[in-house]
């Protein structure tokens, strides 16, 4: 079994300290472009609730084929999706109408938070800092894409309003590599969000339950943490806790837990930062349903809080639960 550790920060409620043995179905796969990582966070979720000592099936999902969410005596589903589909409220939605637990947030948040340009928009309402952007659509007109185009300097950051793991995002340094990348993106997405490059140190705050994780900066070899610094190599360095005045490492995490609440995302989250050289730190975005990866970001900072892997994933079913009385 997997008791919640005392962690600093962390409180281990009624449903913590629930050993019940549970029928759990994990979904990963699914349908975006973030298959193969989500195929990978699955199966590290299922593993991990089977050394809890719960009755663990994956199921890889998809639009066409959702019978898993239709199996029987199921207590809770774990939604391991990045991307399209998992992450954009639509199979919070399909379980919601079959009265199905699942971790996370719901539809709502879950759209929300993957909606770039709308979750920026709340987190200016919230009073968070956030880069200055524009969107881009492909039904504007070449002199209304100019105009909104001019709003920004260069550098600046192009990147598809939906989506994750920073899949298809390029940095411009001149008019001719943001005019492509904008075209590209309009060609396979219909939108492009153009937002102002912000130099400074990456920077991510988990949020388990109600409580913010230690902060964990980012230190890539590339140009910045893309897919590949992401995933496929070993030469990122993650610094957890980051190496932070105390103060303004508890203003992040105060900061990660007023985006996670703008959003109204639920159990679990992660919030992207960048700290400028002033000092000021800028949400990029809320990862509803983060990477759970050996080079993953929650459970490093989860870690740092005390909580191993296997707690972790056992904790966030047991906020699921309780949120239904059980």
């Not at 007023?258 to 975005?285: K, M, N, P, Q, W």
Request: proline share 6%; charged share 25%; glycine share 10%.
């Amino acid at each position: 079994m997997c008791p919640e550790p005392l962690a600093e920060g962390v409180v281990a409620g009624r449903a913590g300290r629930d050993l019940r043995t549970l029928v759990i179905t994990v979904l990963a796969g699914g349908p975006s472009g973030e298959r193969e990582v989500s195929l990978e966070s699955g199966e590290a979720v299922a593993r991990a609730l089977r050394r809890c000592g719960h009755h663990v099936s994956a199921a890889d999902i998809t639009p066409e084929d959702t019978s898993a969410l239709d199996r029987p005596g199921v207590d809770v589903v774990f939604i391991a999706l990045h991307g399209a589909f998992g992450e954009d409220g639509e199979v919070q939605r399909l379980c919601e109408a079959r009265g199905v637990t699942y971790v996370g947030s719901g539809p709502e948040a879950s759209r929300l938070a993957m909606n770039k340009d709308a979750a920026k928009r709340a987190f200016r309402r919230a009073s968070l800092a956030t880069p200055d952007w524009v969107t881009i659509d492909a039904s504007q007109g070449r002199e209304d894409r100019l105009n909104l185009l001019g709003e920004l300097a260069l550098p600046c950051v192009v990147k598809p309003v939906g989506g994750g793991s920073s899949l298809d995002v390029t940095i411009a340094r001149d008019a001719a590599a943001r005019q492509q990348a904008v075209e590209s993106l309009l060609g396979r997405y219909g939108r492009a969000m153009v937002e102002a490059f912000i130099p400074g140190r990456e920077l991510t705050v988990g949020v388990l339950g109600d409580q913010p994780l230690p902060v964990v900066e980012i230190i890539p070899r590339r140009e910045f943490y893309d897919y590949v610094a992401k995933y496929q190599d070993d030469e990122t360095v993650y610094v957890c806790p980051a190496d932070l005045p105390p103060a303004l490492a508890e203003h992040l995490r105060a900061a990660g837990l007023v985006a996670h609440r703008a959003l109204g995302c639920r159990d679990f989250s992660r919030v992207d930062f960048i700290l400028a050289d002033d000092g000021t730190a800028y949400v990029l975005e809320v990862n509803t349903i983060p990477g759970f990866t050996s080079h993953s970001l929650l459970p490093k900072a989860a870690a740092a809080a005390g909580i191993s892997f296997e707690q972790l994933c056992d904790r966030i079913v047991r906020l699921a639960l309780a949120r239904h009385g059980r």
